[in-house]
């Protein structure tokens, strides 16, 4: 199916999720207090259908390139190429052990290193590691780890809804951080391209996370909310977070080209 073809499917995804919303109208008191039962219940249905398909949708055009499924040093014309390799696991096992070490260490530091380790991995290894390996680590760190040490923590079953926004974001940065070596914006400037990578995905990060305060709160406690939280990544307790957005994503892009340049001298 061409990609033209595919965008059915976010299209679906929004047109089933986006009616929850307005049908239960969570601006209202409606849905009880902020972060009621009803509420995540409201923020399951809209990501488990529109950010669900946003996410697949990007791993499937992901995976349509062969040469991205495997290391750089490692792909030859012609070979056949198995979206979940062992190569593909053993990465994903990796990127949620590192998300779970940057959630413990950032919550303590009080710096957004998941969100640097994460774009590394998106950088470095695509859209199927980020988006697999990020949901693991965050279900995990963000989770029942976090409730053990007292450090961070999404109320009960919530964790599984927040992990898959995030990761959804995740699968369609790694499509355009890989789709970008290709521009010509890139081949003149590494850092502007992955600037202009961050310009495209950032902006949805940060939206799909405002819907996320927009369904949990009624509107008397979403205008503070948001408001805090953008002032939170942009600067202190977790900024600068698009700064280490970028360090993450350069870091990983660099390792990338270290290894596809080593598959060039092999020739």
């Known amino acids: 199916m061409s ?5 059915i499917l976010p299209i679906a995804g929004f047109v089933v999720g986006i009616p929850i919303i307005l049908f239960t109208q969570p601006w209202t008191e409606a849905l009880g207090v902020a972060y009621s039962p009803a509420r995540i219940a409201v923020f399951f249905g809209f990501t488990f259908t529109a950010l669900l398909a946003w996410g697949v949708y990007w791993l499937i055009l992901y995976a349509r390139h062969p040469d991205w499924l495997v290391p750089p040093d490692k792909y030859s014309p012609g070979m056949k190429v198995k979206m979940f390799s062992t190569w ?3 990465s994903i096992g990796i990127t949620a052990a590192a998300f ?9 530091t009080r710096l957004d290193l ?4 994460i774009a590394a991995v998106a950088a ?3 859209s199927v590691v980020a988006f697999f390996g990020m949901y693991i680590g965050e279900i995990i760190a963000y989770g029942p780890l976090a409730a053990s040490t007292g450090t961070f923590v999404y109320p009960g079953i ?3 809804a927040d992990s898959l926004l995030d990761a959804s974001v995740w699968s369609y940065a790694g499509f355009l951080l890989f789709w970008m070596r290709r521009t010509n914006v890139y081949k003149r ?3 502007l391209g992955i600037l202009l990578a961050m310009a495209l995905f950032e902006p949805i990060h ?21 408001l805090a939280n953008l002032a939170g990544w942009v600067f202190l307790p977790y900024g600068p977070a698009p700064l280490l957005v970028f360090i993450g994503a350069l870091a990983g892009d660099r390792l990338y080209s270290f290894r596809a340049s080593r598959a060039i001298r092999k020739k």
């Open 88 to 90: 593909t696991w053993v």
């Open 3 to 7: 990609p033209v073809k595919l965008v």
């Open 100 to 108: 779970i070490a940057g959630g413990l260490v950032g919550a303590v």
């Open 158 to 160: 919530e964790v599984i």
């Open 206 to 226: 940060y939206g799909y996370w405002y819907i996320y305060w927009f369904i949990m709160n009624p509107w008397s406690s979403f205008v503070p909310v948001a």
């Open 189 to 191: 400037s590494r850092v």
């Open 124 to 126: 470095n290894f695509g």
């Open 114 to 117: 998941p969100g640097f380790v």
